[in-house]
C-alpha cells in the first residue's frame, strides 16, 4: 500500500459506500493506520491509497496512539461560521494552503463494529473529516484556490518545483503560499496534514 500522489487520476475517483466490514476491510484498514503514523498525517483516506470507499482512518489524539475509522461519513449539517486553517495533504507533500471551511459540522458515520456515530464536530476536527470527505469526493485542497493561484501552483507541483520528501512534524513547512482571505475572519496559526 501507497500513497498516491497528486497528479495521480484515482485521486479524483469518488469513493463508493463500503457494504461491509469483512476481513479484507479490516487488514485494509490496518494498513491504513499504519500508513498514516509513518508519514506523519491525522488522516487519511482510502481514495489516497487508491482504494475508492468510502473509509478514513485518523487519529485526533495528542500522543498520536488513538486510531479511529469513519466509514461512509456523511456531513449533515455546516454551520455558517467559517475557520481558516493551513492545511497539508499527504497526496501533496510540503504544501500548506490556507482553506476555508466551516467551523462546525454535523456528522453521521460508522466505525469497523459497525457503531454509529452522530457528533457535532469544530475547528481542528471539524476541518479534518471535511478534508477527508472531500477526498472520498475526490476533491483536493488545491481546489479551493483561486483559479491564479491554483495554476501556479499545479505548474510548479508538475514541474517538481516542491521537494518531494514531506517536512516531519514540528518543522515549519518549505513551501508556504500565501493567499488572502476574502474576508478577514478567524485564522488558525496551526497546520496538520491529512
Ligand atoms: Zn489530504
Redesign the pocket.
Known amino acids: 500500500m501507497k500513497i498516491l500522489r497528486f497528479p495521480d487520476p484515482r485521486l479524483r475517483i469518488k469513493a463508493k459506500d463500503l457494504k461491509f466490514v469483512d476481513s479484507e476491510t479490516k487488514i485494509i484498514l490496518e494498513k491504513m493506520k499504519e500508513l498514516m503514523y509513518a508519514e506523519d498525517?491525522i488522516?487519511?483516506?482510502a481514495t489516497?491509497v487508491g482504494i475508492p470507499l468510502k473509509i478514513f482512518v485518523f487519529d485526533l489524539s495528542e500522543e498520536k496512539n488513538d486510531p479511529k475509522v469513519a466509514i461512509n461519513p456523511k456531513i449533515i449539517q455546516f454551520s455558517r461560521e467559517k475557520i481558516i486553517f493551513n492545511?497539508?495533504?499527504?497526496?501533496?507533500p510540503n504544501l500548506r494552503i490556507p482553506v476555508e471551511r466551516a467551523k462546525k459540522i454535523s456528522v453521521e458515520w460508522f466505525d469497523e463494529n459497525g457503531n454509529r456515530f452522530v457528533q457535532q464536530l469544530e475547528d481542528l476536527s471539524a476541518v479534518l473529516f471535511q478534508?477527508?470527505i472531500?477526498?472520498l469526493l475526490g476533491k483536493?485542497?488545491i481546489d479551493k484556490l483561486p483559479t491564479e493561484e491554483r495554476r501556479e501552483i499545479i505548474k510548479n507541483l508538475l514541474s517538481g518545483k516542491l521537494p518531494e520528501k514531506l517536512s516531519t512534524s514540528g518543522i515549519p513547512p518549505t513551501y508556504t503560499i500565501a493567499v488572502k482571505p476574502k474576508e478577514k475572519k478567524k485564522s488558525n496559526s496551526d497546520s496538520s496534514?491529512?
Do not use: M, N, P, W
Open positions: 498525517g488522516g487519511l483516506a489516497q492545511e497539508g495533504c499527504l497526496s501533496i478534508h477527508e472531500d477526498h483536493l485542497i496534514v491529512t
